[in-house]
């Protein structure tokens, strides 16, 4: 069922079957459901053999001790959840937003990788503008984002550019250098380090990617150049610790670096060779785009990023 026919007979629907139809969808359960949306569980039942009834299909079909979309559910959950989401932007589009009385809770979405140096600065500056607002650091993989953005399970995200979707707005927030960690007392580097020296060195590389290069590698590859990688773990932490008690390298960005020196001093010296970088982006719904809490949030992001970087 194209899209478009979906949003045309979405249009003669209950708004309120459709929300039913979306807790069942997401909570995997007419009692799950029943308990998120505060109702009965009959009268979720109820609803359910109405939007049956409408649909001509099944729609969720036991399994277990839960129900299961038919493909007739997976195809209009995507717009359903997007036309919920439009409508609860534009009623809170509607209202006034006041930072020092807001009781709101925003889902921004973080890679691991960008969570330490970004979040921290950001709950005390929203701390400081709007006390009572909570928020919440959410992972997420790519291809969920559109979806997870248009049901309210993301208000923002941040990440890398993305293929360009309709669906979505974003702005550049820039990029930032990248820099070298060695330990005090190196003994190869004291303040600076030229390229045949990071070259015979070894490296670590943190990611939570099992396998493929860092940028530093795509750049010294267009080089006809490889680095030594005699480390791969998962997290910047591990890897500060492996290099201030030993003579590897670890590269990483800027801001990365200043949060981790309060674990200890470094070296932290310019990366020895141009890499090109994509910069980070932050990404919200279309239908979110008049939503004046949102508008406050994305407001101070961009400032505070850009004093980043």
Known sequence: MAEEDVLR???????????IFDAIFVKGGVSAAARHLNLSQPAISHAL??????????LFVRQGNGLVPTPAARAIAGP????????DAALDAAASFDPPEATREFRIGVRLSGEMPRFSSLVARVRREAPHVALASVTFR?????????????????????PADDRLQRHYLGTEPIVVV???????????????????LEHIIATS?????????????RMGLA????????????????????????????????????????QLVELPL???????????????????GLGWLRAIITDELAQAN
């Open 9 to 19: 007979q979405l249009a003669r629907f209950d708004l309120n079957l459709l929300r």
């Open 80 to 87: 359903v959840r997007e036309a919920l989401r439009g409508l």
């Open 142 to 162: 790519r291809r969920d984002l559109v979806m997870m953005l248009a049901s309210g399970d993301l208000d923002l995200a941040l990440d890398v550019a993305l």
């Open 227 to 266: 680095r030594r990688v005699a480390v791969r773990c998962q997290h910047a932490i591990t890897a500060w610790q492996i290099v201030a008690t030993s003579d590897m390298l670890f590269s990483l960005p800027r801001s990365h670096a200043e949060v981790l020196a309060a674990m200890g001093p470094m």
């Open 49 to 58: 053999t109405r939007l049956r009834t409408q649909f001509d299909d099944p």
């Open 274 to 292: 141009p890499v090109e970088q994509g910069g980070s982006y932050l990404y919200w719904h279309q239908a979110a785009q008049a939503d004046p």
């Open 209 to 221: 990617r099992p396998y493929g290069p860092g940028i530093e590698d795509i750049a010294l590859g």
């Open 182 to 200: 060695a330990r005090k007392g190196h003994p190869r580097i004291d303040g600076g380090i030229d390229l045949d020296t990071y070259l015979a």
